[in-house]
């Protein structure tokens, strides 16, 4: 039997990714998906490729509905709708299980339904898995995040990096900014060029960045943990780098390069989807594009004693879609790996 | 128990989808890898994408090796290769099974081996499905002329175009070019721009499209089948449209648009990789990318008394590498439809 | 003495591309530029590569203050907004010239202001140099017909072709479709695809493509010409490459490649914007691409008796902006190449 | 009359960049074009863009006579070639004027020829215009140098920073990489991809950029400047964006964006090529490309007491060919903008 799975927004590209990946997995079937915009069309209609494949017609958002048509929902919807809606789907279905790609709760911690608190997970398996596995809402991590905090993450475990020396400069393929025809997406726009925006601590996933580093810390003293975060939009479709740099603490300067791969392999030993190359291959779009692989490569630059640390991923599956179906093979009891395990597409 | 598969020429980008594919598919493993430029290397350190993936090293080509490994070999080599090699391949076993991915068998008929004569099939399943399925021997059809073909079919067969009339301009995307650095592949030469190449009868495929386009006659009268066909190179990395105009004959000009889009509905019905859009969606690459489906709108323009034609594969799937997987489950009597049944990506 | 020259529509990309050559005129100086959307801010806050550059502020549309400030207007507007804007500017400015680069005069042949009847010229001046020097108000040809007549008048003069043959297949970059944000436009519903769209004779520069070109008819028999007229999207910036298939006249199917060659060569020997390059080398986009030259190679397919004529233009260029100041260059008794004499970039 | 200007290795990216702005220049004229790859074409043959507008045939590189027909020549050849052939040059012909554009003479300041030493100049004007007025040989710097150098000068000169904290994440187009067809500049391999490159202080850049940034230090403590540089590479053909971070030193924190944007303002009041964009205008590669423009914005990260400074430039024009040509215009006292004031192409 398999499980009974809905889409809310499930226009966007994100939802679109989701349903694409959904129709790959032996465990699930799609048996609602929602659009206030396009309600009564065909999803064919809005996207050609699923012509002959999703025959399914796109419904308003209707909690009763879901809640009964449903064992999990993915909320692939604007911020602010999940904060409002998911205590409606758990007072219709008290053990509906949800994954809200939003940022609505990966701040806050609770859901206030059914006259109970119910625990959200922030939902990065590699470094949360446990608390994923127990939750029955989760919070989706951002695309910018998942590419940041899982490159900083053995360093801060371990505790070795100056927490204040954190630079990272991001840069993101066009489909991270939604599906929303807006004049800076224009194809003419982003086109042969290439911008910085939301510079100087302003873009709004600082917060969620610095929250999860510092959980990382073992240490008490976390509140200096600041960051300077500089988003660049890059002419692609899919795809982040972050080129991290950290300084090491005044007495771990001498690290070497095969420690400090060392250290990041055994840290990501038993996970599938993160792997730590060698330091003579550096991590490509390409080589992650339409798969739910992390590659990391750290590198110690000894002319400076920095560490450089290289992170790619695809926004729209590690980033966003395909790391929402990894956390509801944890939350379903699946194998983790179910409709995740291709290769990126080359060429 | 799963099928026994080897590569050769694994480094060339067929080779690469071939790989991606397989590493996907249920019903086989990949026993061996072969590539005389890259031997010893492991497979990774070509395509980084498959790090901790495909575990093989690249080796040598070696009929005897290959012979006792594996059930069946798709030769994802340059032409002229195929048709020394496959010959040397049936003496060592005399029931393997081989998808040629070159040009070499699609004009050719037989090969012969171990005193005798094997018939060879052109393995385009939806024309051709019986021929393939008893062949042992498949040549693999080229894109241009999987595009071409798949959109002409159902009207050759119904006998009514004229054959003298057959325009076809058609567009492909780069990686149809192979792998091999050259300067017109550079990549500053190609992006931004777009131009045509080989025009006025001089593509090597239009002996292949002709040929497979007279056979889908059913009058004697066949010779003067002849078309024009200009191949243009786009700035992407994959895909085909063919925009194909032909004249309805002259007692045939009254076919309406409904009457042309049953035609094609009704002669593809059986076929799960090819959809008929309705008149108002046309093929899209974006729509059919990373898949091995094949969009097909045929349009009536009124104004004209034309046929337009528009189809749209992806070059390295249904094109290419897809297309031989097909072929396989088809000869290892597999779902037809075993690993590949995956919508395109957007974004 | 400069010429005062106004822009209404100013920050749209024909605007932005008049202002862009116009500045490097030495000819004349901008005096006005308008927008409704934009008026009240500086021009580089729509453009920031103006920022220093041009320091006019954007100003509503009003007729009196442009017929004042202007010896010449170009109107870079939408359709409907020319035909009934021009009159009024006649009004207020008796000998003020007019370049309209939308469709609104393109097919009506005169403007009715000042009790009298201004006649108008259609701007291609290989084909109408004399009636465009003698013309107060220019319509200034659409980007497509542009493309599609330079490649056919030497045809069409010579009355050596059958004019019911004509297949057009245009390929057009995006900045074509004008800057207004559409989903269709977004990045990345164009960026790694292709379609083809307005099909079946429904595109709106037909009646202009075939009016132009039955006026080039030298015989009288003219009313069956008609096109087939296939647009597509091209991933790219600018450019358009139309690829032209034609039936020589029962007669004339003995021209060889160089008389064609000859005759094409011949018809445009006085024409500086217009290359006939040599039957080994095609048009490309790149070879055109921020320049006003047209790229023309004609191909005679021996196979099918079929001509094969590919051209290439830059669609804001010789296709808009760069067209409308070569038409203002004529009627202001300038040099014909001043401001727009610039080779294509490579990259 | 015009000065007679020859190009050595006239058929790399740099090369046709230098004849595309010296053909638009009004003081000079190209007597010579060589390459040792392609002597005895046309220019035309190698770029079709050129086709009916540089006629001159390429030549194999002659020293005697180049020396006789220039009276200024550039070299937009590999390294190690200028070093030894300008000498040659300097016997044939004492007064001829000689622009390095490749690295030979970066680091190096004197050139031995007719028994006596020469001076050569970095040819970044802004920072260094009197040494270039009055050298006979200019080493014209690198593209990323000049990303850099002019983005940082005005807190150097200032001596505001703490010179142990610069790290700077540069990205370029491809072209930056050169005309030579490489698996790595495969459109294939680009397109749709991001990469980083050459990380960990491990590119031949380095040392010219802390050798120029070192020198406009005004202080004598300058040895511990050390910069961490990691570039990567864009699918786009031209433009660099360079997004540098440095630390404040510690009794300078309380500088306002004000006061940053007034001291870069004041450095290049002068400066034509040079914009400072306010705080709210962030440089884009769009905004520069095909001009010689550098924008620059400085920005105060109050969070973290960083600054970043985004500077864009055109990696073969201000980068390569258009500083090339300003460097010319010095030397050979024409007016510094000539044949260089175009404003980028949008679309």
Known sequence: MKFKIGI????????????????????????????????????????PSFYDRLKLKLKKTNANELAKKCDLIFLATPNDFAKHFIPQLLRKNKSIKLIDLSSDFRLAKTVNANNKKYDTAYGLPEINRKEVRTSQIIANPGCYPTSIILALAPLLRKNIIDVESIIIDSKSGVSGAGKGPKQDLHFVEINESFTPYKLGGTHRHIPEIENELSKLLTVKKKSNLKIVFSPHLLPINRG????????????????????????????????????????????QIKNVRNSNFCHITPLVDKRTNKLIIVSAIDNMVKGASGQAIQNMNIILSLDEKLGLDTTSNIP
């Open 8 to 47: 809310i927004g499930a226009t966007g590209y994100t939802g679109a990714e989701l349903i694409k990946l959904l129709l790959n997995h032996p465990g699930v079937e799609i048996t609602a998906v929602t659009s206030e915009q396009h309600a009564g069309k065909k999803y064919y209609e809005i996207y």
């Open 240 to 283: 982040i780098i972050s080129t991290i740099y950290v300084s090491l603490k005044r007495n771990k300067r001498k690290k070497s390069q095969n420690e400090i791969t060392k250290l990041y392999k055994t840290f990501y030993k038993n996970e599938y989807f993160i792997k730590i190359l060698p330091p003579n291959i550096y991590p």
